[in-house]
């Protein structure tokens, strides 16, 4: 099992709609939670992290996090084609392992005008 | 956000020589910093971490010898891959994260390596 999964994708959603990105972690002694962005050819640039259950929102983003099942999610409300990317999910224990980043395979999202 | 410099951003090399990438925090001090690598389609390996002033740790399968990293200041690493070989083409990317409680890290803009 890998540590952190996501669904490769390709995602299609119609711009002006919601995009629901989801994210399951095998280790339960994970403390912080991120959402990484990545264009073709880039490095990823941070979208948003999440340490508490619950939502956490900035802007058009909304982070999710289920410890008890965890399970982290990112919304993307109003999608715009320039959302377009492969978005990463990553985890991390911040006192063990160096906070190490683990990330998953990603999950493309086309973003259709 | 914090600004973290790689370079350089593409390099071609002969297979059999060697190639250095430098990874500079450029407005803070990075005690850790990682190292990845990307191969097309795929998510990002965590290759080893780099602690400033100690040996490097690195990830189950990623040969020490072969990818050199040293951290010999707060604000640079550097990796280095010698004897390359053509499979070892792929995106190398650097990672910082400040000292202190934070946990996020930032990524430099990735070093694409050709190995012909």
């Known amino acids: 099992q890998k540590e952190v999964e996501q669904n490769s994708g390709p995602l299609s959603v119609p711009e002006g709609a919601i995009a629901s990105l989801n994210c399951t972690y095998s280790d339960r002694g994970s403390q912080s939670f991120f959402w990484y962005r990545q264009y073709s050819g880039k490095s990823p640039e941070l979208i948003m992290f999440?340490?508490?259950?619950g939502d956490k929102e900035d802007g058009r983003f909304t982070a999710q996090l289920n410890k008890a099942s965890q399970y982290v999610s990112l919304l993307i409300r109003d999608s715009q084609p320039s959302d377009s990317a492969t978005y990463l999910c990553a985890v991390t224990m911040i006192y063990n392992q160096g906070g190490k980043l683990i990330f998953g395979q990603g999950t493309e999202l086309s973003v259709k005008p | 956000g914090a600004v973290v410099s790689q370079h350089p951003s593409r390099v071609i090399c002969k297979s059999g020589t060697s190639v250095k990438i430098e990874c500079r925090s450029l407005?803070?001090?990075?005690?850790?910093m990682f190292w990845y690598r990307q191969f097309p389609k795929q998510s990002l390996m965590l290759m080893a971490t780099?602690?400033?002033?100690?040996?490097?740790?690195?990830e189950q399968g990623v040969e020490k010898d072969k990818f050199l990293i040293n951290h010999a200041s707060l604000t640079l690493s550097t990796l280095t891959v010698t004897s390359a070989h053509p499979e070892d083409s792929s995106f190398y990317i650097c990672?910082?994260?400040?000292?202190?409680?934070?946990?996020?890290?930032?990524f430099g803009q990735g070093t694409r390596l050709t190995v012909v």
């Open positions: 780099s602690n400033e002033g100690s040996k490097a740790t690195y």
């Open positions: 407005d803070f001090q990075a005690t850790t």
């Open positions: 990672s910082a994260r400040p000292g202190g409680r934070s946990t996020e890290a930032f």
């Open positions: 999440i340490y508490s259950n």
